[in-house]
C-alpha cells in the first residue's frame, strides 16, 4: 500500500510515517516505480508507536519496545522494567505538576485582581516576597 493509505489506516501523518523511516523505526520496501510500499505488518507497527508515544514513550523507548515486540524469545521482566521506569517518571510529573498548580493557585489567591498595581503574582514570578 503506498504511504497515502498507510497514513489512514495508523493515523499517523505521512510526514511522521517518512520521519519514522528516516530514523530507523521502520523500514518500508519499494515498489518497482521506486515508491514506498507499506505492509499490514508496517501499519500494525505504526500503530504501536502511536500507541506507545500516546503513553509518553520516547523514540527511543519505543525502539526498544518494537525490538522486544519482534523478539518471540524476550522476557516480559523486559517489557515491564520499560514500562515501569516510563510509570516513574510520569508520577514525578504529576508530582512536579501538583507542586506547580498549588504555588500557581496560591498566587491567584492572594491577588486582589484589581485595579492597584500591587500584585502577588508579579512578586512572586520575580522572586520577591511582599515582606521586603
Not at 505521512?14 to 523500514?27: A, F, H, Q, S, V
Not at 503513553?55 to 523478539?71: A, I, K, M, N
Amino acid at each position: 500500500m503506498n504511504i497515502g493509505t498507510a497514513a489512514r489506516q495508523s493515523g499517523l501523518p505521512p510526514k511522521t510515517i517518512r520521519y519514522y523511516e528516516d530514523i530507523g523505526l521502520l523500514t518500508a520496501d519499494r515498489a518497482a516505480n521506486g515508491y514506498r510500499d507499506y505492509s499490514n505488518e508496517d501499519v500494525h507497527r505504526l500503530r504501536f508507536v502511536q500507541r506507545s508515544r500516546s503513553l509518553g514513550f520516547s523514540v527511543e523507548e519505543c525502539r526498544q519496545l518494537l525490538s522486544l515486540y519482534t523478539d518471540r524469545d524476550r522476557a516480559s521482566a523486559d517489557v515491564k522494567a520499560i514500562a515501569t521506569e516510563k510509570l516513574g517518571e510520569i508520577d514525578r510529573k504529576i508530582a512536579e505538576l501538583t507542586g506547580l498548580r498549588e504555588m500557581l493557585g496560591h498566587l491567584v489567591e492572594n491577588c486582589h485582581g484589581d485595579a492597584r498595581p500591587d500584585c502577588p503574582i508579579i512578586d512572586g514570578l520575580s522572586g520577591r516576597s511582599r515582606d521586603h
